[in-house]
């Protein structure tokens, strides 16, 4: 079946650090990656997407690569700011699951000033 | 501009109670889908619909119903309360062709 293994967290940084979150997944047929993000108290927000292998997916600063020979989408970030402080979740869809999303656990980022 | 909501945004009810929690969107999307979000466990798919009168059941469907009367709109309904139930709920919307889905701001429910 399909499956979403992100890094355990939480994830604390001090602000202008490099970020790495990572992403695995496994999938049937041909997925879609995502990143979603989910600042306190609202709902999730795509972040960013790459629907096939070798895509690279970008927004606000952030970017993943869809590796598809070590099935990974890891989200990177040069420098954070306090304002990512945030959850992050990575999700797929497989293309036989009919606009389903399978997330994984979700990783906590806070970054300190 | 297009938009998820919910309503209510905080509930408290007692075990045993019918609660229903309300989705309506404006994005004219076919698909819409129901997610709790626990501690430890993501998001995890309740129920979802494809277009009018057609509902499925997710991975954790039991003691949740939901019907789809217009394109607009997915209640999700808690036959009976359980302390279980607790937790945060979010619907949200796709359109078939692009596989983002668009999330509402959530309904955090607590079941005393």
């Known amino acids: 079946g399909n499956s979403v293994t992100q890094m355990e967290g939480p994830v604390t940084l001090s602000e202008e650090a490099f970020l790495t979150i990572n992403c695995m997944y496994t999938?049937?047929?041909?997925?879609?990656l995502f990143w979603y993000v989910q600042y306190p108290g609202e709902g999730l927000q795509l972040l960013l997407k790459?629907?096939?292998?070798?895509d690279k997916g970008s927004n606000k600063g952030f970017e993943a690569t869809y590796r598809k020979e070590t099935t990974s989408f890891h989200l990177e970030k040069g420098s954070v700011q306090v304002s990512d402080s945030a959850v992050y979740f990575c999700?797929?869809?497989?293309?036989?699951?009919?606009?389903?999303?399978?997330f994984g656990q979700g990783t906590i980022l806070t970054v300190h000033p | 501009d297009a938009e998820i909501t919910q309503s209510p945004r905080h509930k408290i009810t007692e075990t045993g109670r019918q609660v229903t929690l309300a989705c309506h969107q404006t994005w004219n999307h076919n698909n819409m889908f129901w997610y709790r979000q626990d501690l430890g466990h993501g998001l995890r798919l309740i129920h979802y619909s494809y277009g009018v009168q057609d509902t499925n059941k997710g991975e954790v469907s039991d003691g949740y119903s939901v019907s789809r009367s217009n394109t607009e709109d997915l209640p999700l309904t808690l036959e009976s309360a359980a302390s279980s139930q607790t937790s945060v709920y979010f619907c949200?919307?796709?359109?078939?062709?692009?596989?983002?889905?668009?999330f509402g701001p959530g309904t955090r429910l607590l079941v005393l």
């Open positions: 790459a629907t096939k292998a070798d």
């Open positions: 999700a797929l869809d497989s293309g036989t699951s009919y606009g389903k999303l399978t």
């Open positions: 999938a049937t047929g041909y997925p879609s």
């Open positions: 949200a919307s796709s359109d078939s062709s692009s596989g983002t889905q668009y």
